[in-house]
T-cell receptor, first 113, second 116 residues
Framework: GEDVEQSLFLSVREGDSSVINCTYTDSSSTYLYWYKQEPGAGLQLLTYIFSNMDMKQDQRLTVLLNKKDKHLSLRIADTQTGDSAIYFCAETLPMDSSYKLIFGSGTRLLVRP | NAGVTQTPKFQVLKTGQSMTLQCAQDMNHEYMSWYRQDPGMGLRLIHYSVGAGITDQGEVPNGYNVSRSTTEDFPLRLLLAAPSQTSVYFC???????????????FGPGTRLTVL
């Protein structure tokens, strides 16, 4: 089946690293994404990783993918108060001639000063 | 580019009323979709379209209709609003790469709908 799971809440101190975890069930995923949603706003694509990659780094963001365990993580280095938001993990699944995006329920990150 | 725009931002309906949520994109994207976001849940796909004149059902299509007469616009219609449709609705669009897969979706700011 298709399921994407995330922990609901993470609290870190400003300047520390944050690690948000995600597990998924469908091994046919092609792309995996991390989206950020700030209060009252839409989703903003942060980064993505193709399923044949293990790691992707983009400035303060590091994405790790363990295909064997179907585990995806997002590490934010030097976390800032502006990073406080809800982070959604999502996977792309092929569907007929197109694809569909399956979202996790989101992890609320709170950065304490 | 304005990106993906949605109107209205907020709407309150009474049970049984109808309304249309508007979505437009100016990026010439082929693929457009509608999601709803409920508390404690991720986004769930309502309907999607892979191009003008083509629409299909997503995960939770009941109670909603869509049409895609142009590449730019993808309105979502609620014919008989119900309290269970109280939610935040997001429209998204993406380009379509060769092979049918794409690597990013662009989301609108959302419409917050309350059905009393």
């Amino acid at each position: 089946g298709e399921d994407v799971e995330q922990s609901l809440f993470l609290s870190v101190r400003e300047g520390d690293s944050s690690v948000i975890n995600c597990t998924y069930t469908d091994s046919s995923s092609t792309y995996l994404y991390w989206y950020k949603q700030e209060p009252g706003a839409g989703l903003q694509l942060l980064t993505y990783i193709f399923s044949n990659m293990d790691m992707k780094q983009d400035q303060r963001l590091t994405v790790l993918l363990n295909k064997k365990d179907k585990h995806l993580s997002l590490r934010i280095a030097d976390t800032q108060t502006g990073d406080s938001a809800i982070y959604f993990c999502a996977e792309t699944l092929p569907m007929d001639s197109s694809y569909k995006l399956i979202f996790g329920s989101g992890t609320r990150l709170l950065v304490r000063p | 580019n304005a990106g993906v725009t949605q109107t209205p931002k907020f709407q309150v309906l009474k049970t049984g009323q109808s309304m249309t949520l508007q979505c437009a994109q100016d990026m010439n994207h082929e693929y457009m979709s509608w999601y709803r976001q409920d508390p404690g849940m991720g986004l769930r796909l309502i309907h999607y379209s892979v191009g003008a004149g083509i629409t299909d059902q997503g995960e939770v299509p009941n109670g909603y209709n869509v049409s895609r007469s142009t590449t730019e616009d993808f309105p979502l219609r609620l014919l008989l609003a119900a309290p269970s449709q109280t939610s935040v609705y997001f429209c998204a669009s993406s380009p379509r790469l060769a092979g049918g897969y794409t690597d990013t979706q662009y989301f609108g700011p959302g419409t917050r709908l309350t059905v009393l």
